[in-house]
Protein backbone atom coordinates (compact mmCIF):
# COMPACT_ATOMS: atom_id res chain seq x y z
CA UNK A 1 0.00 0.00 0.00
CA UNK A 2 1.34 3.77 -0.99
CA UNK A 3 -0.42 6.93 -0.54
CA UNK A 4 -0.09 10.07 0.13
CA UNK A 5 -1.15 13.89 -0.51
CA UNK A 6 -0.43 17.46 -0.47
CA UNK A 7 -2.99 20.25 0.40
CA UNK A 8 -1.21 23.52 -0.27
CA UNK A 9 -2.80 26.71 0.41
CA UNK A 10 -2.40 30.52 -1.34
CA UNK A 11 -2.01 28.45 -5.15
CA UNK A 12 -4.44 26.78 -7.41
CA UNK A 13 -2.33 24.28 -8.20
CA UNK A 14 1.03 22.66 -8.57
CA UNK A 15 2.74 24.86 -11.60
CA UNK A 16 0.69 28.33 -10.14
CA UNK A 17 3.31 31.35 -9.87
CA UNK A 18 3.04 32.66 -6.84
CA UNK A 19 0.57 33.00 -3.77
CA UNK A 20 -3.22 34.58 -4.15
CA UNK A 21 -5.22 34.63 -1.28
CA UNK A 22 -8.41 32.38 -1.33
CA UNK A 23 -6.29 29.58 -3.43
CA UNK A 24 -5.97 26.30 -2.52
CA UNK A 25 -5.62 22.94 -4.28
CA UNK A 26 -5.75 19.27 -2.99
CA UNK A 27 -3.28 16.40 -4.73
CA UNK A 28 -3.90 12.88 -3.44
CA UNK A 29 -2.71 9.75 -4.53
CA UNK A 30 -3.46 5.54 -3.35
CA UNK A 31 -2.12 2.49 -4.79
CA UNK A 32 -2.28 -1.21 -3.44
CA UNK A 33 -1.32 -4.40 -4.74
CA UNK A 34 -2.23 -8.02 -3.60
CA UNK A 35 -2.38 -11.20 -5.20
CA UNK A 36 -1.57 -10.76 -8.84
CA UNK A 37 -3.96 -7.51 -8.39
CA UNK A 38 -3.29 -3.59 -8.79
CA UNK A 39 -5.60 -0.80 -7.70
CA UNK A 40 -4.79 2.82 -8.34
CA UNK A 41 -6.35 6.61 -7.90
CA UNK A 42 -5.40 9.59 -8.02
CA UNK A 43 -7.65 13.08 -7.32
CA UNK A 44 -6.86 16.65 -7.61
CA UNK A 45 -9.47 19.43 -6.37
CA UNK A 46 -8.84 22.83 -7.09
CA UNK A 47 -10.62 26.63 -5.83
CA UNK A 48 -10.79 27.76 -9.56
CA UNK A 49 -13.55 24.81 -9.80
CA UNK A 50 -10.47 22.56 -11.44
CA UNK A 51 -10.35 18.48 -10.40
CA UNK A 52 -9.64 15.21 -11.76
CA UNK A 53 -10.06 11.61 -10.97
CA UNK A 54 -8.31 9.01 -12.14
CA UNK A 55 -8.50 5.06 -11.04
CA UNK A 56 -6.69 2.47 -12.62
CA UNK A 57 -6.60 -1.38 -11.93
CA UNK A 58 -4.05 -4.59 -13.49
CA UNK A 59 -4.49 -7.88 -12.52
CA UNK A 60 -2.89 -10.81 -13.77
CA UNK A 61 -3.85 -14.59 -13.17
CA UNK A 62 -1.63 -17.48 -13.75
CA UNK A 63 1.70 -17.81 -14.05
CA UNK A 64 4.91 -16.61 -16.05
CA UNK A 65 4.09 -19.33 -19.19
CA UNK A 66 0.36 -19.23 -18.95
CA UNK A 67 -2.44 -17.05 -18.31
CA UNK A 68 -4.77 -14.09 -18.54
CA UNK A 69 -4.58 -10.74 -17.69
CA UNK A 70 -6.32 -7.28 -17.86
CA UNK A 71 -6.47 -3.76 -17.09
CA UNK A 72 -9.25 -0.68 -16.85
CA UNK A 73 -9.00 2.60 -16.31
CA UNK A 74 -11.19 5.76 -15.37
CA UNK A 75 -11.00 9.49 -15.60
CA UNK A 76 -13.35 12.46 -15.09
CA UNK A 77 -12.02 16.19 -15.20
CA UNK A 78 -12.91 19.39 -15.71
CA UNK A 79 -9.56 21.48 -15.69
CA UNK A 80 -9.16 25.69 -16.33
CA UNK A 81 -6.37 25.92 -17.85
CA UNK A 82 -4.29 29.10 -19.06
CA UNK A 83 -2.16 28.87 -22.25
CA UNK A 84 1.29 30.96 -23.24
CA UNK A 85 -0.68 34.42 -23.74
CA UNK A 86 -2.79 34.51 -20.73
CA UNK A 87 -5.97 33.03 -22.25
CA UNK A 88 -7.63 30.81 -20.13
CA UNK A 89 -9.45 27.96 -21.47
CA UNK A 90 -11.75 25.33 -20.22
CA UNK A 91 -11.35 21.20 -20.96
CA UNK A 92 -13.49 18.52 -19.65
CA UNK A 93 -12.84 14.72 -20.39
CA UNK A 94 -14.82 11.74 -19.34
CA UNK A 95 -13.10 8.30 -20.65
CA UNK A 96 -12.39 4.97 -19.33
CA UNK A 97 -11.14 2.17 -20.98
CA UNK A 98 -10.87 -2.02 -20.50
CA UNK A 99 -9.00 -4.73 -22.31
CA UNK A 100 -8.07 -8.61 -21.53
CA UNK A 101 -5.78 -10.41 -22.98
CA UNK A 102 -5.03 -14.67 -22.96
CA UNK A 103 -1.04 -15.42 -23.25
CA UNK A 104 1.04 -18.34 -23.25
CA UNK A 105 5.06 -17.06 -23.27
CA UNK A 106 7.94 -19.17 -24.21
CA UNK A 107 10.51 -16.99 -23.41
CA UNK A 108 11.88 -16.36 -26.94
CA UNK A 109 8.32 -14.85 -28.13
CA UNK A 110 5.02 -14.96 -26.66
CA UNK A 111 1.62 -15.70 -28.38
CA UNK A 112 -1.78 -13.79 -27.04
CA UNK A 113 -4.73 -12.48 -27.82
CA UNK A 114 -7.20 -10.17 -26.34
CA UNK A 115 -9.35 -7.90 -26.87
CA UNK A 116 -10.04 -3.94 -25.89
CA UNK A 117 -12.80 -1.03 -25.79
CA UNK A 118 -11.62 3.08 -25.07
CA UNK A 119 -14.49 5.19 -24.91
CA UNK A 120 -14.37 9.05 -23.74
CA UNK A 121 -16.23 12.36 -23.91
CA UNK A 122 -14.66 15.63 -24.36
CA UNK A 123 -15.15 19.25 -24.71
CA UNK A 124 -12.08 22.02 -25.09
CA UNK A 125 -13.85 25.49 -24.91
CA UNK A 126 -11.12 26.44 -27.37
CA UNK A 127 -13.30 24.68 -30.19
CA UNK A 128 -16.78 27.08 -29.49
CA UNK A 129 -18.38 28.57 -31.73
CA UNK A 130 -19.47 32.77 -32.24
CA UNK A 131 -22.44 31.58 -29.99
CA UNK A 132 -19.93 30.22 -27.38
CA UNK A 133 -21.15 26.62 -27.41
CA UNK A 134 -18.97 23.81 -27.60
CA UNK A 135 -18.81 20.90 -29.20
CA UNK A 136 -19.23 17.88 -26.84
CA UNK A 137 -17.12 14.58 -29.01
CA UNK A 138 -17.64 11.12 -28.48
CA UNK A 139 -14.34 8.75 -29.32
CA UNK A 140 -14.86 4.98 -29.33
CA UNK A 141 -11.66 2.66 -29.90
CA UNK A 142 -11.78 -0.79 -30.43
CA UNK A 143 -8.87 -2.96 -29.84
CA UNK A 144 -8.04 -6.58 -30.64
CA UNK A 145 -4.62 -8.07 -30.00
CA UNK A 146 -3.35 -10.94 -32.46
CA UNK A 147 -0.18 -13.07 -32.30
CA UNK A 148 0.68 -10.39 -29.87
CA UNK A 149 0.51 -7.00 -31.63
CA UNK A 150 -2.49 -4.96 -30.94
CA UNK A 151 -4.84 -3.58 -34.11
CA UNK A 152 -7.26 -0.86 -33.47
CA UNK A 153 -9.97 1.17 -34.93
CA UNK A 154 -11.42 4.43 -33.79
CA UNK A 155 -14.18 6.93 -34.96
CA UNK A 156 -15.58 10.20 -33.20
CA UNK A 157 -18.87 11.48 -33.01
CA UNK A 158 -20.24 14.97 -31.98
CA UNK A 159 -23.20 14.46 -29.69
CA UNK A 160 -23.95 17.98 -28.41
CA UNK A 161 -22.81 21.26 -27.28
CA UNK A 162 -21.81 22.42 -23.67
CA UNK A 163 -21.19 26.10 -22.31
CA UNK A 164 -18.09 26.61 -20.64
CA UNK A 165 -17.93 30.03 -18.30
CA UNK A 166 -16.85 32.66 -20.38
CA UNK A 167 -13.38 34.70 -19.29
CA UNK A 168 -13.37 38.46 -19.78
CA UNK A 169 -10.20 39.84 -21.34
Do not use: C, H
Request: zero cysteines; a negative charge.
Amino acid sequence: FNAGFTIEVGKASPDAVGFTAGDWYLDAYASLSFFGFTLSGDIFLSSDGSFSLVLSGRMQLGGSFMGIRGSFSLEVSFLKNTDAWGITYYTLFIGGSASVEVYFDFKIFEISIGVGLDLSVSADSRNADVNGDVPLRFRITVRFKVLGSWYSRSDTFTIGTVRFPVVPY
